[in-house]
């Protein structure tokens, strides 16, 4: 049971949840904003990190720094051997065939850009075509906007329901002749949708056409099995799941990512430099250009590592009751609408309530120390096709609670109440 502080009753949180011991390994959440209690429902824009993560990457500057691969020295091998070792241990958690195929990236928006500059730039000429969808993040709409300025290539921009599900016959009707590469969330992170990744890669695959999946969101609810999405790259970021800022992992199969040219030039992805020519690295190296991210790789093997103690159907059991809660308990405020009610949803919850202003509830709801996200969470398109600026977004973590869900609602009734009497 967690103590409903609001109220000062005892909740009934579901039944075998472990979300009191799991809290305990989170330092931030046992700290008071505005004189009460941290509820941190922002975790779709980043999530909390564990003491793991902490210690781990404390111990590394403590004790293991020093720059990688190029050392002869004993430290710079112990860096170098961690910073490999989270290779492997990415490697392992997404599923992939092998660690070369992991290439470490500020993060998710780095890793599409990679993709679009070096494999779009090498692979894609005017006239070319590609899919995304409308509910793209800005991450995965931009870098392909910046080719098609340089390139000439046209985007293919698919439609969505009015629940906010992607309607993937009219997604694969816009798949015609000159389509070269289809590119979009596995989850939205303003709707909560997740898209059916599987079937769409092999529809995909069918026409011959490669996927970026952008896992931005998927990736800190669901167990990510690369292969068994047989997406061609997967995208995503340290920091939503539960690691270090800074860090991000573009996955991508062997053979595509050996053919893409250099994104970055500079040390550790060169073989041989001279001003005659220049030859590459294999892979992962040859996109890992200047001194990377040591800390931040360890942070974020530290972080898997953790979610894989705790379990993923764990973790999707607690998130998808408190979705349903949330879902629920929001959907009988007065005036509250969701947008983004599709079947299958990652948890959170997006809405607006009539005549208040999204910002004003993000300001008011942290006066009682309840953190959201307002505004149009960088899905300007997705938002024009609901003829919305932006919304309040509440997204959940598995550390996240019914107390904390039920203390979201009171403060909303209260601030309705202040606004429209
Ligand atoms: N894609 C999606 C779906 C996202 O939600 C985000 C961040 O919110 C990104 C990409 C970009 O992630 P980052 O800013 O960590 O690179």
Redesign the pocket.
Known sequence: MIPNKQAGAALEERPGADVEAWRKDFPVLGRTINGKPLVYLDN??SAQKPRAVIERIERYYSTEHANIHRGVHHLSQEATAAYEAARETVARYFNAAEARECVFTR???EAINLVASSWGGANLTAGDEMLLTVME?H??IVPWQMLESRLGIKLVVAPISDAGELLVDEWEKLIGPRTKLAAF?HAS?SLGTLNPARELIAKAHAHGIPVLL?G??SAAHLKIDVRELDCDWFVC?G??IFGPTGI?VLYGKADLLGAMPPYQGGGDMIDRVSFAGTTYRGLPERFEAGTPNIAGAVGLAAALDYLDGIGHDAIAAQEQDLLAYATEQLSQIEGLTIYGRAPNKVALVSFMIEGIHPNDIGTMLDADGIAVRTGHH?TMPLWERFGLTGTVRASFAFYNTRAEVDALVASLKKIRRLFLG
């Open positions: 779709g824009a993060g998710a928006t993040h991450a995965n969330c992170n952008d931005a969101q970021s920091h939503k991000g960088c």
